[in-house]
């Protein structure tokens, strides 16, 4: 059995003393909770450090949203792995949709920094999916594949379990649109198998694939309760304490 994941993605929200409500609000409504779940919460990189210091009593886990491959140097605006494991990071969002389009990072480099953030101890949430004229033109396998072969490429087993994927289509992020939870089973069986391919079948069967595009608690209980749907990265709801705290609590 694996354990449910429910990971709060901040993206570029919250100033200091905002992340300071946003992580009281959540870190108050979990004691009630129960849950079970892990629980990673990634603000922007300038609360990293204020939110680590609020959460040190808690289980919930602290993530950056992006990280550079070298460690150190002439990268002007950029953190590295060391950096974020001093303000207290245990996990990474590495090759999410918008660092992708946004910020033109290819397979290429985002294998780079998933190898150096496994090399540095840190756990990554790798993210791949689907554009929308790609799933159209039937292509949504192969750039799955391509983004995964290529972007897990030359990291061991022994790396690699250290490693969550979320899958989320690129048209159901920020949209509202989400992929149904048949759709989601689909592709989330589909990188497991290939998981399994690459790896082996013990690992893909220990491997958590996380669902992210619009997860909220109305859609939260169809796509969790799918075999392969081992939890969620969320974006929009997670800025909202009483959403992420009920996808949370639907989780279990
Ligand atoms: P969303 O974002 O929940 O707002 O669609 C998800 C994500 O980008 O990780």
Not at 7 to 17: E, Q, S, V
Not at 102 to 127: G, P, R, S, W, Y
Not at 171 to 199: C, N
């Amino acid at each position: 059995m694996r354990t449910k994941v429910i990971a709060g993605n901040w993206k570029m929200n919250k100033d200091l003393n905002e992340s300071v409500t946003l992580v009281s609000e959540i870190k108050n409504g979990l004691t009630k909770l129960n849950s079970s779940s892990e629980i990673i919460i990634c603000p922007p990189y300038t609360s990293l450090e204020t939110v680590n210091s609020l959460i040190k009593d808690t289980a919930i886990n602290l993530g950056a949203q992006n990280m550079h491959f070298e460690d150190s140097g002439a990268f002007t605006g950029e953190i590295s792995a060391d950096m974020l494991k001093s303000v207290g990071c245990n996990y990474v969002i590495l090759g999410h949709s918008e660092r992708r389009k946004i910020f033109l990072e290819t397979n290429e480099v985002i294998n780079k920094k998933v190898k150096k953030a496994l090399d540095k101890n840190l756990k990554v949430i790798f993210c791949i999916g689907e554009t929308l004229s790609e799933r159209e033109s039937n292509v949504t396998f192969k750039v799955l594949e391509e983004q995964i072969v290529n972007g897990l490429s030359n990291i061991d087993n022994d790396k690699v379990q250290n490693l969550t994927v979320a899958y989320e289509p690129v048209w159901a992020i920020g949209t509202g649109k989400t992929a149904s939870p048949e759709q989601a089973q689909e592709v989330h069986e589909f990188i497991r198998k290939l998981i399994a391919q690459l790896y082996s079948d013990n690992l893909a069967q220990d491997m958590k694939i996380l669902y992210g595009g619009s997860v909220k608690p109305n859609n939260a209980a169809s796509l969790l309760s799918k075999p392969d749907i081992d939890g969620a990265l969320i974006g929009g709801a997670c800025l909202k304490p009483d959403l992420f705290l009920e996808v949370i609590k639907i989780a279990g």
